[in-house]
């Protein structure tokens, strides 16, 4: 597997289904700046009430080919082995990216276990072996990467950016960017009155 953090902002997404598991990808994607488009019979009160307000497309009926033309990638979250052949076997007609969700056969990608601690995105796969596992771990990961991660890297990026505005010499920013990066770093960040070393 191949593993890459993909800009989806504006890129057209469709996603077959709308059930719970459905609703949570479609919140992803969204999340993710995507163009959804939401392929389904019936839908869940809070995709239809994404509808409603406009956040996504929402096409009352079954999966028809041409729901992918011009789709960067599919999501499909059935229940039906046999849509999910289906929408794998038209995506890869068209080239376009596919993950059936729990339904390992007919996927170009698996969805990583993820925790989000503002940009810092830590990202766990077991090649759609054990997602059980990859959950588990994504529990661990949480409480040891707290909330405060999200401040610390907006800061780093800050002070990133500051040193590349001054013209700083690529071997002392590196340098520098590498201390205020370590650990010990960030475990006197914490010890100070505001959080953050001056």
């Not at 090649?127 to 890297?153: D, I």
Request: proline share 6%; net charge positive; aromatic share 8%.
């Amino acid at each position: 597997m191949f593993p890459m953090f993909v800009k989806l902002g504006g890129r057209q997404c469709v996603v077959v289904g709308a059930g719970p598991v459905a609703e949570g990808k479609i919140g992803s994607l969204i999340d993710a700046g995507a163009s959804v488009r939401v392929i389904a019979p019936h839908a869940i009160p809070q995709v239809q009430k994404r509808a409603k307000n406009g956040t996504i497309d929402w096409y009352c009926r079954g999966f028809e080919p041409h729901d992918l033309d011009g789709a960067f990638l599919v999501i499909t979250a059935t229940s039906s082995p046999d849509v999910n052949a289906l929408v794998f076997a038209e995506a890869r007609k068209r080239n376009v990216l596919c993950n059936s969700v729990d339904d390992p056969d007919n996927c170009d990608f698996y969805y990583p276990a993820v925790v989000n601690r503002g940009d810092l995105q830590i990202a766990i796969s077991t090649n759609g072996r054990s997602p059980a596992l990859a959950q588990r771990l994504r529990k661990e990961l949480e409480e040891q990467f707290g909330l405060e991660y999200a401040a610390w890297v907006k800061e780093l990026g800050e002070t990133r950016d500051q040193l590349t505005a001054q013209k700083v010499p690529l071997e002392p920013r590196r340098k520098l960017l590498h201390e205020i990066a370590s650990s010990d770093a960030f475990a006197n960040r914490k010890k100070a009155p505001q959080g953050r070393i001056n």
